[in-house]
């Protein structure tokens, strides 16, 4: 019994330094080595600017022209709403247009011919006071041409408040028409940004509010990584400092990107900061942003989501880790 025991207990201890040792190479075989002094890194998912398409006049969607996955460029149409009613109203602001200007024409003539008849009643008082100043007509001949002037001076004021308003009527009615134009160019919703059709949110036939979403584009060449970095390291970044991303997915490649920027304010604070290790807590949120260059080579490799890890240049001269892979020539 003695003698089984022992063995026993002898198996039991070469198993767990076994285990031990096992556990210790999977330890050391998954932590990542140590980092040169001067870089810094900090774990997170790749992210990216996401537009939403919205309609900005409420109305019936007439078409979507792009499916979810889509290559988008900037100003290219993406949906449609209907303008059916929009196109009928701009019909009858284009005739009001053309009546405004008839207006204004029939105001000018009536103009013209209220002057002819100001200058002529003019006339007839000139020969009026001569002829009065000879005693060959009456005073009352005479008033009665004054007021005649008076009346034609009038009527011509008239004439030219009515062309005023034509003019006016003129530039209301093209203006509702430009507005109209507006509407009808705003029902072609269009990209903004070069990127990709993230989600399609609404389908032909559905009546959309102002303001309802279409689309949601994902922005291919606003592409970064948000990371967490402890206070001494965060103190030492500057914004604009070399980055460089490695994916859990391409682990062989590090893809350029540099620091575009570092929280003013920390977060995770303890109420009471009052130790070292307290302070330790404090972190700091850095966004780290993709070369635009390299997104454009690889804008069709471009996701969101997959996890990865950023390594930052703290010290502008520091070298980077032996371990990190390559950046791609260009």
């Known amino acids: 019994m003695t003698h089984r025991f022992t063995m026993q207990w002898k198996t039991g201890v070469i198993v767990l330094v076994i285990v031990i040792a096992a556990i210790g190479s999977l330890l050391q075989f998954f932590q990542n080595p140590e980092l040169p002094p001067g870089i810094a890194s900090g774990n997170g998912r790749m992210e990216a600017v996401e537009v939403d398409i919205t309609t900005k006049f409420g109305g019936r ?186 994916l859990d997915g391409i682990p062989d490649m590090a893809i350029p990107a540099r620091v575009t920027f570092v929280a003013p304010r920390a977060q995770f604070t303890p109420k009471e900061v009052e130790t070292r290790s307290e302070r330790e807590k404090l972190m700091f949120r850095v966004k780290v942003k993709i070369q635009p260059d390299f997104l454009k080579k690889y804008v069709e490799l471009t996701k969101t989501g997959i996890p990865g890890e950023a390594y930052v240049r703290i010290d502008s001269n520091a070298e980077w880790p032996e371990h990190l892979p390559q950046v791609p020539t260009p």
């Open 61 to 246: 969607l007439a078409a979507v022209l792009v499916k979810e996955g889509d290559a988008v460029e900037v100003d290219q149409a993406l949906a449609q709403i209907d303008t059916r009613e929009l196109d009928a109203q701009l019909r009858r602001a284009e005739a009001e247009v053309q009546r405004a200007r008839q207006q204004k024409n029939s105001a000018k003539a009536v103009i013209a011919q209220r002057k002819s008849e100001l200058s002529l009643a003019k006339k007839d008082l000139e020969r009026s006071r001569g002829l009065y100043e000879n005693d060959s007509i009456s005073l009352e001949q005479l008033q009665r041409d004054e007021t005649a002037v008076q009346t034609a001076k009038a009527i011509l004021a008239v004439a030219q408040a009515q062309s005023s308003n034509a003019e006016a009527a003129i530039e209301a009615a093209i203006a509702n028409t430009e507005l109209l134009k507006v509407q009808i160019d705003d029902s072609v919703l269009k990209a903004p940004i070069v990127g990709r059709i993230l989600y399609r949110l609404a389908e032909p036939g559905e009546v959309l509010p102002a303001g309802g979403k279409v689309l949601t584009v994902l922005d291919t060449y606003d592409v970064y990584m948000t990371i967490f970095l402890s206070t001494r390291h965060a103190a030492r970044l500057a914004i604009g400092a070399t980055a460089r991303i490695v």
